[in-house]
């Protein structure tokens, strides 16, 4: 049993400070006298999952050489954007905030066209070219599945 030691409290402080400088989750300092440990208790409770732009790529079916509008499977469109993963689709960055995109709006290569929560973590769903937004087919808050069609753009 080691021997009691008078303990320095400000190189506690100072470990301390050092341990919240550095993220790191525990530091040790040893002496003649003894040791000290300072250590942080990180809990996951009060962790915010923080937006991450994150590149997606989405896929987007081959022109076929007949005419798609004539088909009524919305996946045979070539202007079909789909889910390029499993998620929850939103259609404005905020609950209250307008639609990143409406049906019959124009939009430009790299507009937003909704954004796809996986894992808490929300990927903007970008449009891979220019044109018109034909049919939105996903409700906001929505589920999604990998390769559900999510947009037409013509």
Known sequence: M???FKIDKAAVRELAAILKETDLS?????????RI??????TQQGVTPTPVNVPTQVMQQDAPTAKAETSSDPASHPGTI???????AYLSPQPDAAPFIKE???ITEGDTLLILEAMKVMNPIKAPKSGKILKIFVQDAAPVEFGEPLVIIE
Not at 26 to 34: D, T, V
Not at 37 to 42: C, E, Q, S, T
Not at 82 to 88: L, R, S
């Open 104 to 106: 019959g709006s124009s």
């Open 37 to 42: 440990r300072v250590a942080r208790n990180i």
């Open 26 to 34: 525990e530091i040790e300092y040893e002496l003649e006298e003894g």
């Open 2 to 4: 080691s021997k009691l």
């Open 82 to 88: 789909k889910a390029p993963m499993v998620g929850t």
